[in-house]
């Protein structure tokens, strides 16, 4: 926070738990926001909107947090607290990015790397490591992380530290560096125990997943997957990037029916939460469908199959990292 800014205890509690407890969070938040509201306090009343679109993020109402987040900005700037608005900005990056508009992000990521120093400055190129590894731009992704990682390490900022990991992960992921990104993976989810961090254990988990379909690991991924499951259902949320990645894992070894049904349950996800995903997750349910069409054929003459087999496959032919399907559930969660 910015020095000689006075930010409510109520406020910054709820900034506090919004990426770790969202729900919980959002109840805080609104508190806040009206005590703040009541005294014309824009300081308290910004960390309290930051709050409730930070909650909103990690609860998929993207829509919500892009408005949440444009005032906690506007009411920072209104008070003169620069620090603020750019921790706004960096929150708001990340909401804009998984809306589909990449170019806003980064303009935001600019201006609050202008606005932003020390802790404050190392999270921002965590998240705009982020947007660009969602771009495909793997080498400038890691090079955003290179310098941010100490910085947080030393100021002992745990939850930030575990996103860069989590990112950082499936940037290895991307190069194929399968040993590099399970280190991280692995100390990302042991600072989540030690911290009682669930939501960001839950993400780590889904990652270590992607990480172990990718190396043909079968039922060790879907155990991640499971773990992963178990810590969103404790926080009563519904993530349709691991029911994608569960699909695809299941389609990769012709578990076609278990396929199916998770792939639509991700359409109904994504359609629920508006997620630009949705094309995504129609197509895997079109290619599970194919699959399916294809496995009820009859054999060829002669007792061969059809060119598209249902002998199962290793996972590691598909193309896990790379796709949209071996993605970050971090994706959702860089900000705060």
Same mark, same amino acid.
């Given at each position: 926070?910015?020095?000689?800014?006075?930010?409510?205890?109520? %406020?910054?509690?709820?900034?506090?738990? /919004?990426?770790?407890?969202?729900?919980? =969070?959002?109840?805080?938040? !609104? #508190?806040?926001?009206?005590?703040?509201?009541?005294?014309?306090?824009?300081?308290?009343?910004?960390?309290?909107?930051?709050?409730?679109?930070?909650?909103?993020? $990690?609860?998929?109402?993207?829509?919500? @947090?892009?408005?949440?987040?444009?005032?906690?900005?506007?009411? @920072?700037?209104?008070?003169?607290?620069?620090?603020?608005?750019?921790?706004?900005?960096?929150?708001?990056?990340?909401?804009?990015?998984?809306?589909?508009?990449?170019?806003?992000?980064?303009?935001?990521? %600019?201006?609050?790397?202008?606005?932003? !120093?020390?802790?404050? =400055?190392?999270? @921002?190129?965590?998240? $705009?490591?982020?947007?660009?590894?969602?771009?495909?731009?793997?080498?400038?992704?890691? #090079? =955003?992380?290179?310098?941010?990682?100490?910085?947080?390490?030393? %100021?002992?900022?745990?939850?930030?530290?575990?996103?860069?990991?989590?990112?950082?992960?499936?940037?290895?992921?991307?190069?194929?560096?399968?040993? %590099?990104?399970?280190?991280?993976?692995?100390? #990302?989810?042991?600072?989540?125990?030690? !911290?009682?961090?669930?939501?960001?254990?839950?993400?780590?988990?889904?990652?270590?997943?992607?990480?172990?379909?990718?190396?043909?690991?079968?039922?060790?991924?879907?155990?991640?997957?499971?773990? @992963?499951?178990?810590?969103?259902?404790?926080?009563?949320?519904?993530?349709?990037?691991?029911?994608?990645?569960?699909?695809?894992?299941?389609?990769?070894?012709?578990?076609?029916?278990?396929?199916?049904?998770?792939?639509?349950? /991700?359409?109904?996800?994504?359609?629920?939460? !508006?997620?630009?995903?949705?094309?995504?997750?129609?197509?895997?349910?079109?290619?599970? #469908?194919?699959?399916?069409?294809?496995?009820?054929?009859?054999?060829? *003459?002669?007792?061969?199959?059809?060119?598209?087999?249902?002998?199962?496959?290793?996972?590691?032919?598909?193309?896990?990292?790379?796709?949209?399907?071996? *993605?970050?559930?971090?994706?959702?969660?860089?900000?705060?």
């Amino acid at each position: 926070m910015q020095a000689g800014v006075v930010v409510p205890s109520d %406020a910054a509690e709820a900034l506090r738990l /919004a990426a770790v407890e969202p729900a919980r =969070a959002r109840q805080l938040a !609104h #508190a806040a926001d009206r005590a703040a509201r009541a005294t014309g306090d824009r300081v308290g009343r910004s960390v309290a909107q930051r709050a409730l679109g930070v909650a909103a993020l $990690q609860l998929r109402d993207l829509d919500e @947090a892009v408005a949440r987040l444009r005032a906690s900005v506007d009411l @920072a700037r209104q008070a003169g607290a620069t620090t603020l608005a750019g921790e706004a900005r960096t929150s708001l990056a990340s909401a804009l990015a998984l809306s589909g508009s990449a170019g806003s992000a980064f303009r935001q990521i %600019a201006t609050a790397l202008q606005e932003l !120093h020390g802790v404050g =400055a190392a999270r @921002a190129r965590v998240q $705009q490591a982020a947007i660009l590894q969602e771009l495909g731009r793997v080498e400038e992704a890691l #090079a =955003a992380l290179r310098p941010a990682l100490p910085v947080l390490r030393r %100021a002992g900022d745990v939850q930030w530290e575990v996103r860069a990991l989590n990112n950082r992960s499936l940037l290895h992921l991307e190069r194929r560096a399968f040993a %590099a990104a399970e280190t991280d993976l692995l100390t #990302a989810i042991d600072l989540c125990v030690r !911290h009682g961090l669930d939501l960001p254990r839950a993400y780590a988990e889904q990652n270590l997943g992607c990480l172990r379909a990718g190396r043909g690991e079968v039922p060790a991924a879907l155990a991640s997957f499971d773990r @992963a499951e178990e810590h969103y259902r404790r926080l009563d949320m519904r993530v349709g990037s691991l029911l994608v990645d569960r699909a695809r894992l299941l389609l990769s070894v012709r578990l076609v029916g278990e396929a199916r049904a998770t792939a639509e349950a /991700a359409v109904a996800a994504y359609a629920e939460q !508006h997620r630009i995903n949705l094309p995504e997750a129609r197509l895997l349910l079109s290619t599970v #469908a194919l699959v399916e069409g294809t496995s009820r054929s009859p054999r060829r *003459r002669h007792g061969r199959r059809p060119a598209s087999s249902t002998a199962p496959r290793a996972a590691n032919c598909w193309p896990w990292p790379g796709t949209p399907g071996c *993605r970050c559930g971090w994706c959702a969660t860089r900000a705060a």
